[in-house]
Nanobody
Framework: QVQLVESGGGLVQAGGSLRLSCAASGRTSSSYVMGWFRQAPGKEREFVAA????????FYADAVNRRFTISRDNTKNTVYLQMNSLKPEDTAVYYC????????????????????WGQGTQVTVSS
């Protein structure tokens, strides 16, 4: 079992920045591929970014590419999502997820590929 706890959400003005954190604990959590997803009101949950256990490979959704950066610190069992140039359409609950699989961007963007999920943290971007 892997437990995931997100933090760092909040209210920010458009153009601002936030950094989300996801603290992982449990069985060999540092060896898992980690992903971030988000769910806006009235919409389905969507992929944001993913990172391999070493941090050497990353994937991003087109909507956040070049604005968001995913990273991890395995010494702290923590994954980060640095969000810059935030837009009102980035408003959502952001979820951290973990899996022991790795594949193409199309595969890693699927919710079904992830086995463990956090409870989510709210990000609200005002215009």
């Amino acid at each position: 079992q892997v437990q995931l706890v997100e933090s760092g959400g909040g209210l920010v003005q458009a153009g601002g920045s936030l950094r989300l954190s996801c603290a992982a604990s449990g069985r060999t959590s540092s060896s898992y591929v980690m992903g971030w997803f988000r769910q806006a009101p009235g919409k389905e949950r969507e992929f944001v970014a993913a990172i391999t256990w070493s941090g050497g490979n990353t994937f991003y959704a087109d909507a956040v590419n070049r604005r968001f950066t995913i990273s991890r610190d395995n010494t702290k069992n923590t994954v980060y999502l640095q969000m810059n140039s935030l837009k009102p359409e980035d408003t959502a609950v952001y979820y951290c997820a973990a899996t022991d699989k790795w594949g193409t961007r199309a595969i890693m963007s699927r919710e079904s590929e992830y086995d463990y999920w956090g409870q989510g943290t709210q990000v609200t971007v005002s215009s």
